[in-house]
């Protein structure tokens, strides 16, 4: 039986309402990665390779799609969540999933939490516990609010749009070398495959794989009749986050490339205030704001939605779940001011192995299991792409495992 459970009463049953809840998933599924780390990651990796950069953004964008087309397209054939595909493939599988996901989203929630406080640290001036417990306030009310579904897709989508304007600004500002940008996109002089896998695990790994896709089934978008729709919505919501990533590029490029050395211990915000003075610095709090709360919303969001399938009285309460998720990883941040670092190694390594655990189910399913799609036949050479992204998707597990050495020595 197809699973259409929403946020809401029911599923959207319009064309508008529809497509207005898709673009709410494709939205959420790029804002969720478009995050704290994912700021702070663009902006070391830019001044550390330069222009050099663009052809690690442009490789991770291609094996961001490769997964999420398949993703999406096991996901909306079947009309199942990842975790009741799981337990149809391995009992017990389904289980599994959902509780790396769910450990790793609340772990990585406190570390959105404190981006938010951090971007209104820098846009206001507050200070950042009231910072963090205002944003967590902000992020429960659009769970609290009768349609809290049709809610969520508009703060993404608005919030997204804002992230990307503020950004294309900033860049605009700095002054980027365009050119060195697009010659070192085809012709790098140095490549850095830690980077890549670096950047494709932040964009692509944990509970952000299942975020759009999860959400799309309770757009009520699902079955083969709609293969055409649900690719593009898989595409659109990776370039809408690679169109973030190459604008913040730029933006902090544009810096770099004028001979300005960023501040070692807070860079990101150092080179918008390079960029543009006193505004560039608003702006930085502004942008990250908009992304550390769309990740909560996010983080949130999709973590109980791995629990849903469990047991109907959490599907009655899921707004109530996803509240007290929020609530938990708030008071945790006001309590110790930060995430501890041991957690966020352990809940990094956890998060490594959602991606080859989980692609490894769907893979399976489209394969092996045509009648969990209703008799769908999976293109082979979509399953080809699925099948060497997952072989990536185990060696970026592993270096995520690794990590684990630090956490018990």
Do not use: C
């Not at 769910?102 to 929630?109: A, D, H, P």
């Amino acid at each position: 039986m197809t699973d259409r459970t929403a946020l809401d009463a029911s599923p959207p049953s319009t064309a508008p309402s529809r497509r207005a809840a898709l673009v709410g998933a494709m939205f959420l599924m790029a804002t969720s990665a478009i995050g704290p780390g994912f700021i702070t990651q663009t902006t070391l990796f830019t001044a550390q390779l330069g222009a050099a950069f663009a052809f690690a953004i442009l490789v991770s964008v291609l094996v961001d799609i490769a997964i999420q087309l398949n993703v999406w397209r096991v996901v909306g054939v079947s009309g199942r969540r990842a975790q009741d595909l799981g337990n149809s493939v391995l009992p017990g599988a389904g289980y599994g999933l959902a509780f790396l996901d769910v450990f790793g989203g609340l772990v990585f929630n406190i570390g959105n939490v404190a981006g938010t406080a951090l971007g209104l640290n820098a846009l206001l001036g507050l200070d950042v516990k009231i910072g963090g417990a205002l944003s967590a306030l902000v992020a429960i009310a659009v769970f609290l609010i009768r349609r809290a579904g049709a809610a969520m897709d508009r703060i993404v989508v608005v919030l997204g749009l804002v992230m990307i304007l503020m950004t294309l600004y900033v860049a605009v500002v700095s002054g980027p070398p365009i050119g060195d940008a697009l010659r070192e996109t085809v012709a790098p002089g140095e490549v850095d495959f830690l980077v890549i896998t670096t950047l494709i695990g932040g964009t692509v790994g944990g509970y952000i794989t299942y975020a759009g896709a999860h959400r799309m089934i309770e757009s009520g978008l699902t079955g083969a009749e709609h293969v055409g729709e649900i690719n593009r919505s898989a595409v659109t919501g990776v370039l809408v986050t690679a169109l973030m990533r190459v604008l913040l590029f730029l933006a902090v490029l544009g810096v770099v490339a004028g001979g300005v050395t960023l501040a070692k211990d807070n860079p990101a915000p150092s080179a918008f205030e390079h960029a543009a003075g006193e505004a560039g610095l608003r702006v930085f709090g502004l942008i990250m704001w908009s992304a550390a709360i769309t990740s909560v919303i996010g983080a949130s969001y999709t973590s109980v939605s791995f629990l849903v399938s469990f047991s109907p009285w959490i599907e009655r309460h899921r707004n109530r779940l996803v509240v007290a998720f929020i609530v938990v990883s708030a008071a945790i941040y006001l309590a110790i001011g930060t995430t501890p670092a041991k957690l966020l190694v352990l809940a990094g390594a956890l998060n490594g192995l959602i991606l080859p655990f989980g692609l490894a189910v769907l893979l399976w399913v489209a394969a092996r299991r045509r009648d969990l799609l209703g008799g769908y036949r999976y293109p082979l050479w979509l399953l080809a792409l699925g099948g060497a992204a997952w072989l990536l998707s185990l060696y970026l597990g592993w270096n995520s495992l690794s990590g684990l050495d630090d956490l018990w020595n």
